[in-house]
């Protein structure tokens, strides 16, 4: 199975769904994306996605994976081996792409407005 190497692991499960937190790097969500991308989108389906989600969403792994990592790496200048932990909700909210449109929105007005953290 493909699947995005955890830093640690939350549980002893061998299950092939993945477990969150998932503390991982961009490397591996690279890794991962590059395995998912040589497969053929047949045998992808066989397999994909473990939960309940349509089959539709196999066919955007490749592109997830590959977009995730350049996000983190040349858009927010994330090390490619930093630690990461990625969640599903915070509280008892799940976390949506409305996030990412949000962290992408911060980005920029750092670059209009020359804003840097210290």
Known sequence: ????????SNSSSTSATTSFPLRTT?????????????VDTTALNT?????????????????LGSYSYAFLVDGLRVPKDKVLTIQKEVGQSEIE?????????????????????T
């Not at 199975?1 to 640690?8: D, L, N, R």
């Not at 961009?26 to 040589?38: P, R």
């Not at 792409?97 to 804003?115: M, S």
């Open 97 to 117: 792409w409305a996030l990412g449109a949000a962290y992408k929105e911060a980005v920029d007005l750092l670059k209009r407005t020359n804003l840097r953290p």
């Open 1 to 8: 199975a493909i699947a995005v190497k955890p830093i640690t």
């Open 47 to 63: 397999y994909y996605p473990v939960d309940k989600q349509s089959k539709d969403v196999s066919l955007k792994m490749c592109f």
């Open 26 to 38: 961009a490397s591996h969500i690279l890794e991962a994306a590059n395995q998912v991308c040589t």
